[in-house]
């Protein structure tokens, strides 16, 4: 493992002012995307957005990283250069989603265990001559007291994964992005999502250690510290930037280079005042706190495309203009007020 090889990587991709693109949404995922707009979820169709997404014009001027999926990886754009290529030929690092998705932790338990552990270190020789150089896992830990979730089985075999996850991708050379998703659905308050969130990391952080993975090398991509969504109390702005930095504080090490949240199925515009919030509050972070985000990030172009070639370019503006506001957002100068006048 060459550290320093790992380190610039990481570092790169989450560099102020840019973030990374999740464009990794699995066939099941992506199909309920599409069926919002009334598309039918076929290769070409997914193969044809995906090309809209990457070939924004001057994208890189806000964007490290894009997440790929393991079909996309291997398309190509409509002038038969895989997206691979494409995308490092504009200054953009590929990075790959490899765990295969979550089943149920135990018989009839509503919890889940991400998978994909088996066959790894093949499976990434292959991404990594495909041109991918970072990767992604993504662990699912959600919070309903009723049901005393989440366990701490839950925590500790998703944790242990998760590292034992990310000690195979740097023994292959490439950046490990570690994703414990502590999920926003649910009655739960802010105060539960921040104990959570809090248990969560430290057994994250606790198994990292264990495993001998090289925190220079990775990036983080947690959860914001958030009210549930069917809580009757959400929290103000000020308030989840607080309660996540206070988190992240107490959690997180300073050789970790970089934080890169998850938007989670928060809106748009509070996905990135949020983050807005947090890099304005505080300037000296032990860490660079960018954006990995999915749907905050997609979720304009998909409403303007409905898989019309006629919409492609008012498909990328609004691209543009989210990656914008969220690259404004990695130094606290973001102005909520510039929405209104797109
Ligand atoms: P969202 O930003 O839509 O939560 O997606 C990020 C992601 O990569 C989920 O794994």
């Not at 997914?46 to 001027?61: G, H, V």
């Not at 005393?148 to 998760?162: A, G, K, T």
Request: aromatic share 8%; net charge negative.
């Amino acid at each position: 493992m060459s550290t320093d090889k790992l380190n610039l990587i990481a570092k790169k991709l989450c560099e102020k002012p840019k973030g990374i693109l999740a464009a990794d949404e699995s066939t099941n995922t992506i199909k309920k995307r599409f069926d919002s707009i009334n598309v039918e979820s076929n290769f070409e169709m997914r193969r044809a957005y995906r090309e809209l997404l990457f070939k924004t014009p001057n994208l890189k001027n806000f964007i490290s990283g894009v997440i790929l999926f393991d079909e996309t990886i291997r398309q190509e754009d409509s002038d038969k250069t895989s997206f691979a290529k494409y995308l490092l030929d504009n200054d953009i690092i590929p990075g790959i989603k490899v765990d295969t998705g979550a089943i149920h932790l135990e018989k009839n338990s509503q919890e889940k265990l991400t998978e994909g552990l088996d066959g790894l270190g093949k499976r990434l020789e292959e991404y990594k001559s495909l041109g991918a150089s970072f990767t992604k896992w993504r662990a699912i830990i959600t919070i309903d007291n009723e049901s005393n979730m989440p366990s701490d089985y839950c925590i500790e075999s998703n944790s242990f994964n998760l590292a034992r996850y990310a000690k195979i991708v740097q023994d292959c050379d490439m950046v490990p992005i570690v994703e414990p998703e502590v999920i926003m659905d649910g009655e739960h308050s802010i105060e539960d999502c921040y104990e959570v969130t809090c248990k969560t990391l430290k057994n994250v952080f606790k198994q990292l250690e264990l495993h001998k993975v090289f925190l220079g090398g990775i990036l983080l991509k947690p959860n914001m510290v958030i009210s549930g969504t069917l809580n009757k109390n959400q929290a103000s702005v000020e308030t989840v930037a607080e309660l996540t930095l206070n988190c992240l504080h107490k959690c997180v090490p300073h050789d970790v280079p970089g934080i890169v949240f998850l938007s989670g199925g928060q809106s748009n515009e509070l996905a990135t005042e949020h983050l807005n919030e947090m890099n304005k509050k505080s300037k000296d972070l032990p860490w660079n706190l960018s954006f990995s985000y999915g749907r905050a990030l997609q979720q304009p172009s998909l409403s303007k495309w409905f898989g019309k070639d006629e919409n492609i370019q008012i498909a990328q503006e609004a691209l543009f203009q989210r990656s914008q506001f969220n690259s404004e957002a990695t130094s606290g100068k973001y102005n909520s007020e510039n929405e209104n006048k797109i």
